[in-house]
């Protein structure tokens, strides 16, 4: 089963936000629990955990602004 990892509303008017890094290596397994990504928004930086075991797929790349609800990556 596919987990997408989708990029997160920080807040209420947070529309999109910055992925800073990844903090795992594309197709490394991960625990969820595990530090995944870091994101920032105008306010604050944030380190989002995976939302469940698997293998790290990336799907967009740090350095980059995306819009919330973005797929970012998947863990399979």
Request: aromatic share 6%; net charge negative.
């Given at each position: 089963?596919?987990?997408?990892?989708?990029?997160?509303?920080?807040?209420?008017?947070?529309?999109?936000?910055?992925?800073?890094?990844?903090?795992?290596?594309?197709?490394?397994?991960?625990?969820?629990?595990?530090?995944?990504?870091?994101?920032?928004?105008?306010?604050?930086?944030q380190?989002?955990?995976?939302?469940?075991?698997g293998?790290?797929?990336?799907?967009?790349?740090?350095?980059?602004?995306?819009?919330?609800?973005?797929?970012i990556?998947?863990?399979?």
């Amino acid at each position: 089963m596919t987990t997408q990892i989708i990029l997160p509303k920080l807040g209420f008017s947070v529309n999109e936000a910055a992925l800073v890094e990844w903090m795992v290596a594309d197709g490394a397994a991960v625990k969820k629990g595990d530090p995944l990504y870091c994101i920032e928004s105008e306010k604050s930086l944030q380190e989002i955990e995976a939302p469940a075991d698997g293998v790290l797929r990336i799907l967009e790349e740090a350095g980059e602004t995306y819009e919330v609800g973005t797929v970012i990556g998947e863990l399979v």
